[in-house]
């Protein structure tokens, strides 16, 4: 058993793949001088060399159109932008080029790109630093989104998403990157689609991911003081997702509540129960709870930002709505 | 609400007090015009469309499918004219609606919800075990049924088979207005019987003879015994009375009720001047009517203008049928299975004979039992000799 921290998993991710692949490189903002904003590419440049740990200017298009011109020609470039809240500036690249090649050219060509970027709030840093934007690349078909939740999935998702032959957007939360876990041996690589069941429970089932996890496993202790037994989902992946594991947990419980840090309002949690008023229709004992941040930009005070993102208080009120 | 008008429970019969609602047709917001049905209202006898008398919107819907609603109470509000403006009008349609549950008349509370709310799963349920949401209170927010309060009510069909508690489950507003009228008709009329066998050898010759060759329309022995029901009933017009509020109610004509088994339960349309009918005509209409009756088509007026009935178990094998008389009657002849058996002829030799058991309860208000016998032996005498059967009788006694 060693101890593995989130931001070191990434890290150790990233120096396997290199290892294990030469086309593999990385391209962003001091990721290769400075070993990233928040240290994922730490001693990279040095054990690898500069030509595959590049450092770019401060222009997230030209970062991302590098990228998928390189994916393109033959390499598998592995993009950081440094807050998820500049992906704006890699929309023309990701949603028009990347996106897109692999239906353009009659399946002839791949874009094998990850685009790394952390999302999430919690640090003080202000609305344009701390959004959660998964949702608007999980709306775009031909791009796929994962958002680890814990240092095994951080490293195992990194893996699967360099290895991917299409592009993956890896989304990290931020607030996450101090987390520590005990890990045997080098984690495995989890396959992009799936979601793991972080707690059983028999009355309500919580879907969430990132950072929501643990606020959805401190709801599930709250409630299990009072007998209320609550399944914690773990989706991993947001594009594909794993619409049978939902259904499944939901079939045994019941109740379903969405838990995710970004905003409430069309977000994940809005496909999520969309899909299951549909299939799970039948299954449904209450109404389907969703449980985000408010419609409003993440603010800078520590108290209202604290108050801002989902708490397990909030998500303890929602799972006793539905089973109400 | 400005401008909004009740719309509520109609009178569909003499002795109607109260109404299930069946069904909603329209909704809340509904623009609907005069001839539109804007619900269905069943009765122990019927299920009747209720249509709007004019054009109007719909505001809000008072009662849930499902509910029994007295007659005269608000069930809808709407924009158009009040329903039945004769009825008392009463200043809060809610307050009329809330009296009614305090009554008890009501098996779910009457509070103004748009529509009875429930789970997905517990639909699921109920579907799957034969639930009758109607009929269950639901433990969720505004009344809503759950899994678990279906769950409660379910009979446990796959429980192990030890006798260790009964199972129970609430009575459908159906069952439970059939349950009142039928103990009310027990503890208030004063029933007794009178028993004869009829000799139906020659009745079955004949209906044979008349049914051969697939001819329309097909004549079928209850069509003979509601035959000889009406034409003793044309014949001795004295025996259309029955006891109603302390006095004694002459019905005109020879109107014959006839018990009709249907999916909704027993129920009693009307063949009515059945006497006056020649027998093919009373077999084209009593098929029509029974028709109509399984079907849920009948009127408001199918079921009224007669004090006897007829109920007919011949197709079981039961001997005799002992049955109860209708509230709003005076009689009923219950028809057992033809059985053959050896009679003596002229000459006291066995003769086998088919023989039909007929039990006639009468209420002793209005009858004795020397007049009961002189009526049921009259339509023994029918049944024994159907071709005068075949005729219409023109009997017009108390007809004017």
Known sequence: MTELRYIRAVNMALADAMEADPTVVLIGEDVSEAGGAFGASRGLRERFGEARVLDTPISEGAIAGMAVGAAMSGLRPVLEIMFMDFTTLVMDAMVNQAAKARFMFGGQASVPMVLRTPHGGGLGAGPQHSQCLEAWFAHVPGLKVVCPSDPASAYGLLRAAIDDPDPVVVIENKALYAMKADVEGTPPVLPIGKAVIRRAGTDATVVAYGAAVRTAIAAADTLAERGVSVEVLDLLSLQPWDEAAVLASLSRTHRLVIVHEAVEAFGIGAEIAARMAQIGFDELDGPIMRVGAPFMPVPFSKGLEDAYLPSAAGVVRAIEKTME | ?400
């Open chain 2, 1 to 400: 609400m400005a401008g909004a008008n009740p719309v509520v429970m109609p009178k569909l019969g003499l002795t109607m007090t109260e109404g299930l609602l069946a069904s909603w047709r329209v909704a809340p917001g509904d623009e609907v015009k005069a001839g539109d049905v804007l619900f269905v209202v069943e009765t122990e006898k019927i299920a009747t469309e209720i249509e709007a008398a004019g054009p109007g919107r719909i505001e809000s819907l008072l009662a849930n499918e499902g509910d029994v609603v007295p007659v005269g109470a608000p069930v809808a509000l709407w924009t158009g004219e009040s329903s039945r403006s004769e009825r008392p009008e009463t200043p809060d349609a809610a307050e009329n609606v809330s009296r009614s549950a305090t009554e008890g008349v009501s098996a779910v509370p009457a509070v103004a919800a748009e529509r009875r709310l429930s789970t997905p799963l517990a639909r699921r349920i109920a579907r799957e075990k034969g639930v009758d949401l109607a009929a269950l209170q639901g433990s969720g927010p505004r009344g809503r049924i759950k899994a678990a309060d279906v769950e409660a009510a379910a009979p446990r069909a796959h429980a192990p088979a030890d006798h260790a508690s009964p199972q129970r489950r609430p009575a459908t507003p159906v069952e439970r207005i059939v349950a009142d009228r039928l103990s009310a008709s027990k503890r208030t009329i004063p029933h007794f019987y009178v028993l004869a066998d009829a000799d139906v050898t020659e009745l079955l010759h004949v209906r044979a003879e008349l049914n051969a060759g697939g001819a329309e329309p097909k004549f079928t022995v209850n069509h003979f015994v509601v035959a000889a029901l009406a034409r003793a009933l044309a014949q001795a017009p004295e025996f259309g009375v029955r006891w109603t509020d302390g006095m004694i109610e002459t019905v005109p004509g020879s109107g014959v009720g006839i018990a009709v088994d249907t999916p909704r339960g027993l129920i009693v349309p009307v063949l009515r001047d059945a006497g006056t009918l020649g027998l093919e005509d009373l077999a084209r209409d009593a098929s029509a009517l029974v028709l109509r009756a399984r079907e849920g088509r009948l009127l408001p007026g199918d079921t009224a203008g007669a004090v006897i009935s007829v109920s007919n178990v011949g197709m079981t094998g039961v001997a005799h049928l002992v049955p109860i008389i209708d509230p709003d009657q005076s009689a009923i002849l219950g028809v057992g299975a033809i059985k053959p058996v050896f009679r003596p002829d002229a000459e006291g030799r066995p003769a086998l004979r088919q023989e039909m058991g007929l039990v006639l309860a009468c209420d002793h208000r209005v009858f004795d039992g020397m007049r009961a016998a002189r009526f049921l032996d009259r339509v023994v005498q029918g049944l024994n000799h159907p071709l005068r059967l075949l005729r219409a009788e023109h009997a017009t006694g108390v007809r004017s």
